[in-house]
């Protein structure tokens, strides 16, 4: 399993404008390092302000160019990969996330700490 697959199943459970990284973890935690600076930026700044994405064009049929999110909802997807288990995804608000990896004594985030943390 990995993220590519994870994808369509992610989009199925979503019918809201928000702004998600899907992180997928195949142990018992997800380091925070994982979701890097400028993922952290570019959901902060979809939550708090303006975002404007240029959709590239790689020969694909796009839906449109561009996308632009203005204070939406954003969040880091997790979901913690068991083989042959129903996949389940934690969605975290990218704040929540942003205080619990500054203030965490870990250097990773459990599955039983997101829980705790989830929208």
């Not at 969040?75 to 934690?90: G, H, Q, S, T």
């Not at 004594?105 to 929208?119: F, G, I, M, N, P």
Request: net charge positive.
């Amino acid at each position: 399993m990995n993220e590519r697959k994870l994808y369509p199943l992610l989009q199925q459970q979503i019918n809201k404008t928000c702004a998600i990284e899907l992180k997928i973890c195949k142990g018992n935690s997800l380091p925070f390092s994982s979701v890097v600076p400028h993922q952290v930026r570019a959901l902060s700044i979809a939550k708090h302000g303006i975002i404007r994405h240029k959709i590239v064009d790689c020969g694909f049929q796009n839906p449109f160019d561009i996308i632009v999110l203005n204070k939406v909802p954003a969040y880091v997807a997790i979901c913690f990969y068991k083989p042959r288990k129903p996949i389940k995804f934690i969605l975290i608000d990218i704040d929540t996330w942003i205080h619990e990896a500054k203030t965490s004594k870990r250097k990773s985030l459990t599955e039983e700490r997101a829980d705790v943390l989830q929208t």
